[in-house]
């Protein structure tokens, strides 16, 4: 049996870790938090200096965390220590301070250890087992006050919402400001005026070739502003704004002589970037692959954590992937270069390491991300890994080699032409050494440009001063100013990080939880607001704008920083927090007292009245309503205004949806419990529903009228299709629920239950058997009962099952009975013949 626990978060970290110990450590996965603030209560005792309560986790469908504790405590109370391994930031320091509160009691004496690694790799696991350290409870508070803090937010400022909205929307203390950042800059667009300007460019030429065109940069003594607003000119700029004066000035400078005043020719150098951190991670990937900052960070996440790279087994292939700071370790550094001098020569080597400086915040615990081993090239290792994993390490693997390789050089040409009171500028740029471009180069969005672009390879005729040159045309281009453009997720993040909101450990979240809660959608790439999203936006931003903005944000941020580094002790941070959030708490209760709930108006028309429509809240989410309410009660789906533009772009592109087969009235689209749906707009008298497909998923056919009739109420049975498929039921629903069941010809096997034995399926789809008398009988069973009396121990019944190995056999259900016997040509039950057991399947 192993001495020592060591608990990780994930079965895949768990994995790695457990082939650098030996045979005295049992590695085990707690799957994140095991404990957190009650769902369902506030949690906090704001009257007890804000004493938080924390209970295990409930169990959801898909993790059993009550199972996953139990297990821990087991394995904790045979082993002589426990090593809390999750990862190295404030959610890692949480989650082995839970885990040190529930596996091992105060008075025992077991030794509980904290070990930290920022790769997993066999060096740095073993360095920090030899050293194991405990708990940093400043880490702890850190990550307690911002828990606190968001659920103080949530709880207190939601049920306003509900109040004045309706719905169950939610705020939350960072992604509120997000949401605002999305809300102005969409209303920046829309008060935006373009504002015209006007460029000139003369086509020269030179004793030599080539040909070359010069940008007219001066009037005299003023510079021409391209793109600017008169109102944001200097003394010393003028701004083109008509086609009138590019005519005077194109007239004018072709009757000039065009002479060169000044030719400047250097040396330019282009330095590297900084290994990544996870802002620049995450932007660049947008940028250049099309990922999602969530996409990011799942894919990072499970680089580091270890791939299975053929006999070197699982190996973590890059450091921890939340982080702030450009530090790199010496080891890795040398690496690098050692790699680079080997792979490029040493014409590409620096003379010394470069060391990056991090911001003023970072958290230098941690390193950049980078490689754990640069000679695991992206070559080497791309047959173990997706596609997606081999882009990411790719990315990653080639900045960190560039970081530490010599500069780009470039021979750089500045020529100015004087023509009369005119001066033109002709500028180009020829690569000279690529330096690290030969192994990276980084990615820019649209709005990324750099001033050199326009010259990046191109090459000017060899002139001196005082040459003549030759005017071969001369041309205005008309130009518009842009509005700024939308925020898309890598440019949203950049924003966030610059104003100091946000830590590397939450952008992801950030992201994910403005576009779940509808508060903006994607289109194109780029964020729009939804009508939901600016409401909500403008309602908290009247009653809490001194809370949800940029530079209360930013300073709450530092704050969290100040209690992680020992300087402030949490409960004060939050005391000064609540007392502030009490006044606008009940200023914005004052606000909200006897108004009505809002209702977002909109352009749609009402198809029954010709009404307009709006949007309202109710259990399933938002939905579009008559504002003639209650006299008219059509409502239907609220279509986002991605599904707008495609349906503007292209009429044909929005299907057509069939009459309602059972009125011939028109179905609309709706949404229920389980999401958008078609519903009869003769509803309630006819309450035909059908559902809608997904993806590449094809449609579902409508109900199917049957020759038999409900044998509850009389009304024709009809033929379904639900979520797991098809199913038979009486075309009254609601009404009416019956829905028939495929009987196997068996009674049910308990001897006081009158029931039989159905065919049912589970929620993945799984076939199983039980009866029909369920909830009242809970008898089932996973293979198909036979009654057929077992030869070996009489019991009443066996089992039926069909494997790929043994075909198909037939077994006593009684574990202490061996009977098994195969079956030969035995018909197995169609999938397709199986019906559902509900109408929702």
């Not at 940008?215 to 793109?227: A, N, P, S």
């Not at 490689?371 to 990315?395: G, R, W």
């Not at 010709?610 to 008219?632: D, H, T, W």
């Amino acid at each position: 049996m192993s001495k020592n626990l060591v608990i990780v978060e994930s079965p895949a970290k768990a994995k790695t870790i457990n082939k650098y110990l030996g045979a005295d450590y049992k590695v085990m996965a707690s799957i994140g938090h095991i404990k957190d603030l009650p769902s369902k209560e506030l949690g906090v005792d704001v009257d007890n200096d804000f004493e938080p309560t924390y209970v295990v986790i409930p169990d959801t469908k898909k993790r059993n965390n009550k199972k996953t504790v139990s297990e821990l405590k087991k394995a904790a109370k045979v082993s002589e220590a426990v090593y809390l391994a999750a990862d190295p930031d404030r959610e890692g320091e949480a989650i082995c301070q839970h885990l040190a509160e529930e596996l091992v009691p105060k008075n025992s004496k077991k030794a509980v250890y904290r070990v930290m690694f920022n790769e997993i790799t066999k060096k740095a696991v073993e360095e920090a087992f030899k050293s194991p350290k405990e708990v940093d409870h400043n880490l702890v508070d850190a990550q307690q006050a911002r828990r606190v803090l968001d659920r103080l937010v949530g709880y207190k400022v939601s049920p306003i919402l509900w109040k004045t909205i309706g719905g169950r929307l939610s705020a939350g203390r960072v992604q509120t400001v997000a949401v605002r950042l999305v809300v102005e800059r969409e209303r920046e667009i829309e008060a935006f005026k373009r504002t015209e300007y006007w460029s000139i460019v003369a086509n020269l030429a030179a004793a030599l070739p080539p040909q070359f065109d010069s940008k007219l940069r001066k009037i005299e003594d003023k510079t021409v502003k391209l793109g600017a607003f008169d109102k944001d000119l200097k003394k010393s700029e003028v701004h083109i704004k008509s086609e009138d004066e590019a005519k005077a000035i194109v007239e004018e400078a072709g009757k000039e002589s065009f002479t060169v005043d000044e030719v400047v020719r250097k040396e330019r150098k282009r330095n590297p970037t900084p290994p990544f951190i996870t802002s620049k991670l995450q932007q660049d990937a947008a940028r250049r692959y099309g990922f999602s900052v969530k996409k990011t960070m799942t894919v990072a996440q499970r680089l580091y954590e270890g791939k299975e790279i053929g006999s070197e087994g699982a190996v973590g292939l890059i450091t921890y992937m939340r982080t702030d700071s450009t530090r790199v370790s010496d080891d890795a550094l040398a690496g690098a270069r050692s790699f680079v001098d080997k792979e490029y020569g040493p014409g590409y080597l620096p003379e010394k390491p470069r060391h990056f400086k991090s911001k003023k915040d970072a958290q230098d615990a941690h390193e950049a991300i980078r490689p754990t081993d640069v000679s695991f090239t992206p070559d080497s290792i791309k047959k173990y890994l997706a596609p997606d994993e081999l882009k990411l390490y790719t990315l990653i693997w080639q900045r960190f080699v560039a970081s530490q390789m010599s500069p780009a050089l470039f021979d750089q040409t500045t020529i100015d032409i004087k023509a009369g009171r005119f001066t033109f500028r002709s500028t180009g740029s020829i690569l000279k050494f690529d330096g690290f471009l030969r192994v990276y180069e980084e990615a820019r969005g649209a709005t990324d440009k750099r001033d050199d672009d326009d010259d990046q390879g191109r090459t000017l005729p060899d002139v001196k001063e005082g040459d003549q040159l030759k005017l071969e045309g001369i041309n205005s281009n008309q130009h518009f100013t842009e509005p700024p453009p939308r925020y898309s997720e890598a440019t949203l993040v950049k924003v966030l990080e610059e104003l100091g909101i946000g830590r590397p450990s939450t952008y992801a979240s950030i992201m994910t939880t403005i576009q779940t809660r509808e508060y903006v959608e994607k289109i194109e790439g780029r964020f729009h607001p939804t009508a939901l999203g600016m409401t909500v936006n403008d309602l908290l931003v009247e009653s809490f704008d001194d809370l949800f903005n940029t530079d209360y944000t930013a300073r709450m941020e530092d704050r969290l920083d100040e209690i992680e580094d020992g300087k402030l002790n949490w409960r004060e941070a939050i005391k000064g927090f609540y007392e502030r959030f009490t006044v606008d708490l009940q200023k914005a209760e004052e606000n909200i007292k006897g108004k009505k709930r809002q209702a977002i108006p909109t352009d749609e028309v009402c198809e029954k009245c010709g009404s307009g429509m709006v949007i309202k809240f109710g259990r399933y989410g938002q939905f579009l309503a008559c504002e003639n309410y209650p006299e008219c009660k059509n409502t239907r789906e609220v279509a986002s205004k991605r599904d707008k533009a495609e349906g503007d772009g292209d009429s044909e592109s929005e299907p057509e949806v069939e009459p309602c087969e059972l009125c011939g009235k028109e179905m609309s689209l709706k949404r229920g419990r389980f999401g958008a749906f078609y519903g009869c707009t003769g509803y309630p008298e006819c309450k035909n529903i059908r559902k809608i497909a997904k993806g590449d998923e094809k449609p579902a056919p409508p109900p199917v009228e049957l020759d038999e009739t409900c044998p509850k109420d009389g009304a024709n049975l009809v033929r379904r299709t639900g979520r797991f498929g098809e199913f038979v039921a009486c075309s009254n629903y609601p009404e009416c629920k019956y829905v028939k069941q495929e009987k196997i010809g068996m009674a049910c096997t308990r001897e006081e239950c009158k029931g039989d034995i159905v065919v049912k399926k589970s929620r993945r789809g799984k076939v199983f058997y039980g009866c029909s008398e369920y909830p009242d009988c809970d008898v089932v069973f996973w293979n198909k009962p036979i009654q057929e009396e077992c030869p070996d121990c009489g019991a009443h019944f066996v089992l039926e099952k069909t494997t790929k190995r043994d075909g198909t056999v037939r077994y006593c259900q009684n574990e202490e009975c061996d009977y098994k016997i195969a079956v030969e040509d035995q018909p197995e039950t169609s999938e397709k013949e199986i019906e559902a057991t509900s109408p929702a399947g």
